[in-house]
């Protein structure tokens, strides 16, 4: 059986989950080494997992000629950087979201992986899940028929603290990034304007801190649909992700995926499970297989199903929610390119 | 019993169904005569019913004695100079919606009213239906804290002719106003800013009539939650009504009443019923209860649940609606006052 | 229009409902007169819908050769004498539950029936229902294929008092016998065999006094089907009423009907409406459902829906369970004929 | 980390489950040797998944003294002298269901247990299923009250061949005895009485082999407690597998798991997924968990979560149902023993 060799940079939450994604789960590649800029994390998780090599940084294992493809799961400042490099060193890329902030720099990014002739996957991981997979099979294979409407609702179970969302950019780059991602995904097409109606209702902090922390999002699209995405940084009930779309023969809905689907009736009501926790829980069966995929990719020369104009586009539209809020006012996708 | 002494203005589909609905389902109240413009279908609608008088107009109505209230069902262009003369004769009056296009004429009706010291109840119907007024007990007793999110997803079955749409003032004004009530309703609080995301993919025959048929409407409140509606004319699975109510302590979601709830499992899938088909058959219950409570209201000298107040707001959201599609950015109510 | 005119003997619950059920209801038939062991009662209900004539005894009323069909509400005791009387007086005749706890008093009014060309039917309303009489339907259309598997869920949500209990003939007559019936209605088949078993264990009174208050109870059928029926007389969350229909080509189930479709989710877990009290709020729509077919069946000369032969088949049917938990053994219906 | 190491008896379907589900997933345990009467199925599950040892046999498995436990995953005919001889070889357990169709030599494994002092655990998965598991845990917390009606749906999405149901020892002993199990898991107590209500509806050919295919099993529990499991061979929309529990203070009630929570909704109807394809696809999750705690019982020496005295209860009521179907009878499991 042919195996992909890969390192991981990066041995955080998010590194480390698709170290052992790797190891039980993907008998099609190997993680040969793995580096961090805290020497201590890399080494756990390789003890952990009986991973061979730990990397002093991560050019050590650019050098390595056994590495075939990185994933790169560095804090989000360091990724298109290191992503060039890699390029350049001829390994294949798995970069964790977002590329960068700036879309010039993942235009960068872009330009490196097509002058190297090497693959780029951006960690779109919602794309796998298996109910928003569905839903965009139905819209592929017509069931949906012309699509009219994509409505996402994305709510998270705690907020993060002020200070978090003041230096990742903000909820539209930290978090909605993944419903932008998503909304054109299921819409089958790029955004073109956005309209962000967005306010400080769950944390006075995050509001001083310049951010929001509640959104309903208004879309366009280039094929004609429009869409709406409502983001809350704190659901009292828990992480929720839904996705629906409407066209002219139809429509489809995800609903939240629960622990168990046992129903309690008893003389206080009918009671049911609160949705998985939050996204380790939630998207858990999404990052084994976009991994799977982006190791059949590599392997197989097939395209990957989420290239870096997905993580730029995604990007722009970000940023153009961005300007909407302290504009006021519906900003075009080509005011930000 | 106290019965009160009801004439009805207006014998068709609307009319018919009051009068039905007061003489199988309201022991309180007494339809005492009926007139239309076209004088048979007053006539036969006496006569399936019982009804005693038929009026050649409804001057003759409000010169009658025995009528204590009017309920103006007549075409929308004549509901205010009827409401405001029906207020001057000294009659209690519930009227279908809109009350007027022209916001200063609904403003003349909420005046006569006020001044001749009768009642007013505006035909918000919806506000009574037994999903959603459970939605609002739930916001009013607190269990979903403060309000951050209104979601709002309303679709016909069918769209109308593109000349009705022409003349009905458009989908916003003939359709979306009742979600426009509903939005503030469930809010509780008044409509401040509309964006509205809206185009035509249903029929071109609308759009070329100068109408949407598919909408994303972006509400802000006055008490600082944020509010979103989502509208198709055509919805190949039938009538789509849902609301949910989003804030700091949970969530409430109303999902389609449907004719029955079986599920069948077979060798394709599970199947399960469609919506109830149009809002004949999906608010028959909230008709009777809306009539219910403005009788019950002028009996009893209560407040009415739905003002002229709240049929002047839900015009002026509309009006801004249809001002921010012409301009492309949100409008602010107070634009349109 | 066609109107019957009827006569409602017993103004207790359920005569007091139809007489409601029909004056406001249904525009086919015609309340003329209303008679009660307790003349007060039949009076209440006369002035309360405006019923003419309030009859002395039963007797008066089959007199009157203004009435066409009798309502024979009355105590179950009474029901197959006054059924008699009434076929032999020429009146039409619908007949509540149980008509008799004796066979042969059940063969009797249907032979004096037949005698008098007269149409009976017994009120088997959840026939009815709109949920199981849309799984009957599939089960004619064929959507089920060959019935292999019925299984009926019925429990109540509070016991009736020991008394009762004792004095209704116990649970499989006095709450059961709607169960025979659905099965057979839903398998298209008459009931062979009854295996019961049954027991104590929501109130030991009820034992104390002779019956069971919890059962499930199998089933075998003519046409080679099987079933089996589940009751408590108590359960927690209210009145479970589900029925299932399991077969070649796929299976219908049918949940409970809620009063509103809402789902809370907050802090504590997902929450939905428990089911509708009790018969009168679950079962009102077949309630009036089967009347407008009764009068139907009179007035355009179809057959009823429920007939005497179907009241007979249920009464076997629980007296066969009563044997089966005496002796502890299953028993063939053919032993109680 | 302790390791407890593994021979795997057995590498056919179930045995090469287990087998990857410890090398993927269970990090507490090694399976050090695999053995099939087959050899090359061992040799070809050892290559695939870096198992060392390939036996010969399970004698010299079962002499080897690196191998701490034994997983019996062998023909059922073979289950209990394997098991016999592997405590006298001092290994701790696993060993797949039925332990054996007679009586008696189950009970001479859990003698034979005992006096090696090693730990037997029998493979009834279904304890482990992350939504049977819940209600169990909500009966023993008290959340369900006193334990009333269990009831059981189990259908498989196609039936065996009719050579196999009669060489298996029947329905009863090869697909309902995970139900006999559940039944007994649920209620907290033992079956003392079994009535069976069984049939041959889907396949002549099983009926032709003396074997049923439909069946209504109607049980009693020594706790006073009743149940009920409905079977089928063949439902036309796959693997149905719920359960129901019933108290004095409610009901809990799991559903079919599916591989999407998405739902269509067109112009047919409301359509969602059929349950997953059959056990492999529906219980993966309980294997891993049974193994996980059987890993964990030996490590830390505590109970077993499902004993032989579990096996046996399994195998009796399997028995009883076969002779009340051969009686026509309701049958005491004293009667079997």
Not at 75 to 84: E, G, K, L, P, Q
Not at 140 to 154: E, F
Not at 213 to 236: C, E, H, P, Q, Y
Not at 294 to 320: C, R, Y
């Amino acid at each position: 059986m042919k195996q992909l060799k890969v390192g991981i940079i990066g041995a955080g939450r998010i590194g480390s989950l698709h170290a052992k994604s790797i190891c039980y789960n993907v008998p099609t590649a190997k993680v040969v080494g793995i580096t961090d800029v805290f020497a201590e994390n890399a080494k756990k998780v390789a003890a952990e997992l009986g991973i061979e090599k730990v990397y002093a940084d991560y050019k050590e294992m650019l050098a390595d000629p056994e590495v075939e493809a990185v994933l790169v799961c560095s804090s989000t400042d360091t990724h298109a950087d290191i992503a060039i490099e890699a390029a350049k060193a001829g390994k294949h890329i798995f970069c964790e979201k977002p590329v960068d902030l700036t879309p010039s720099k993942v235009e960068a990014v872009i330009a490196a992986v097509k002058e190297a002739g090497v693959k780029l996957q951006v960690g779109f991981n919602r794309r796998f899940d298996h109910n928003f997979a569905n839903i965009r099979s139905m819209v592929n294979d017509g069931k949906i028929g012309d699509v009219h409407i994509v409505k996402i609702t994305s709510r998270d179970p705690e907020p993060p603290s002020a200070q978090y969302a003041a230096v990742s950019g903000g909820m539209f780059i930290d978090m909605t990034i993944h419903d932008f991602d998503m909304a054109c995904f299921m819409a089958g097409s790029e955004v073109t304007e956005v309209y962000a109606n967005a306010t400080c209702l769950v944390d006075p902090a995050i509001g001083q801190a310049g951010d929001v922390d509640t959104a309903i999002i208004s879309l366009k699209f280039a094929n004609g649909a429009i869409g709406v995405i409502d983001n809350s940084r704190r659901a009292a009930y828990g992480y929720d992700q839904r996705v629906e779309v409407f066209g002219s023969k139809g429509a489809a809905m995800a609903s939240n995926d629960t622990p168990t689907n046992v129903v309690y009736m008893g003389a206080d009501g009918v009671v049911a499970d609160k949705p998985l926790y939050f996204f380790l829980e939630r998207y858990m069966q999404s990052f084994r297989d976009e991994m799977l995929q982006f190791i059949d990719a590599v392997l197989e020369d097939k395209p990957v199903p989420a290239t870096g104009v997905d993580g730029l586009n995604a990007i722009l539209i970000a940023l153009a929610a961005k300007k909407s809020v302290a504009e006021g006012r519906p900003v075009l996708i080509s005011e930000i390119k």
